[in-house]
Nanobody
Framework: QVQLVESGGGSVQAGHSLRLSCTVS????????MGWFRQAPGKEREFVAS????????NYAGSVKGRFTISRDNSKNTVYLQMNSLKPEDTAVYYC??????????????????WGQGTQVTVSS
């Protein structure tokens, strides 16, 4: 059973930074694309960022581009989300997810098959 465990969430003031981590319990972690999604209270879950299996290509939602950076360390089975210049509207539960095998890593939830339990990020003004 593949497990994804997020960490690094917390409460910060606007303008500050956080780094989320997601560690995956799978030997073949390095062959899968990975993504981060978030869900704010009363809203649907939305795409935040994705990264290909080798880390050579990344993609971001427009609302976070230039502020967030996704990266990965395949030797540690871990994907990261560095979040800078945080805004109150970034407040949400953040989830990491593993892209389905054989498919390009994308922005839609149905392109991912395993999900973490989520970590809360709260940004106050």
């Amino acid at each position: 059973q593949v497990q994804l465990v997020e960490s690094g969430g917390g409460s910060v003031q606007a303008g500050h930074s956080l780094r989320l981590s997601c560690t995956v319990s799978e030997r073949s972690f390095g062959v899968y694309g990975m993504g981060w999604f978030r869900q704010a209270p009363g809203k649907e879950r939305e795409f935040v960022a994705s990264i290909t299996w080798a880390g050579s290509s990344t993609n971001y939602a427009g609302s976070v581009k230039g502020r967030f950076t996704i990266s990965r360390d395949n030797s540690k089975n871990t994907v990261y989300l560095q979040m800078n210049s945080l805004k109150p509207e970034d407040t949400a539960v953040y989830y990491c997810a593993r892209s389905k095998a054989g498919r390009p890593v994308g922005t839609l939830e149905n392109g991912y098959d395993y999900w973490g339990q989520g970590t809360q990020v709260t940004v106050s003004s």
